[in-house]
């Protein structure tokens, strides 16, 4: 049997079109509000774990002054492209990115594979269950998402995960779920 912890992705930032990894963003709403808001759709927890950046951080300790910080789930490092509209990145860079998203190191910064290894040493070192929730970013939870499900991290690198909905894994459909 299958006990998927409960995922949930931080808020929406303001404005889109900008390299978000590393760097905080503005968010439409505060955390606190978003805590508010999603406080009655999220089972009860154990524990909570979070990525240490802002927008994961204050809506994690929102909702649990015990949660814990982990620095596996931060997002994607961006390195040379933090903060940069993405029409502003080099367009070959971008394009070779884009070709192998899971093997392009970004200058100064990491490779998709790279996050996915550091996320999976973290999870072999805890046993997730039902009762956990993690507050962390799209590319950390899918690369999360692919090691509970055993599956290639090629294939989840781009499902869609919503802001701020709280998300488990479904081993059948092989994605998350509301």
């Not at 930032?13 to 759709?41: M, N, W």
């Not at 994961?56 to 596996?72: H, I, K, M, Q």
Request: charged share 20%.
């Amino acid at each position: 049997m299958f006990n998927s912890p409960q995922l949930l992705r931080h808020g929406s930032p303001r404005e889109s079109g900008f390299c978000y990894g590393h760097s905080d963003p503005i968010l439409v709403e505060e955390p606190s509000q978003t805590a508010q808001r999603v406080h009655s759709k999220l089972a009860p927890w154990q524990r909570l774990f979070t990525s240490p950046s802002p927008r994961c951080a204050e809506l994690a300790f929102t909702l649990d002054s015990n949660a814990e910080r982990v620095s596996a789930l931060r997002e994607l490092n961006f390195g040379d492209w933090e903060g940069l509209p993405w029409d502003a990145v080099d367009r070959t860079s971008l394009d070779s990115w884009a070709q192998a998203p899971l093997d392009y190191p970004i200058p100064g910064g990491e490779s998709g594979r790279e996050l996915f290894r550091r996320v999976a040493e973290w999870a072999q070192t805890v046993q997730l269950g039902e009762h956990d929730l993690i507050i962390a970013h799209a590319g950390s939870l899918r690369a999360l998402a692919a090691i509970l499900l055993k599956c290639s991290f090629d294939d989840c690198w781009q499902w869609p995960l919503a802001y701020a909905t709280p998300v488990r894994l479904n081993p059948n459909t092989a994605g998350f779920v509301s």
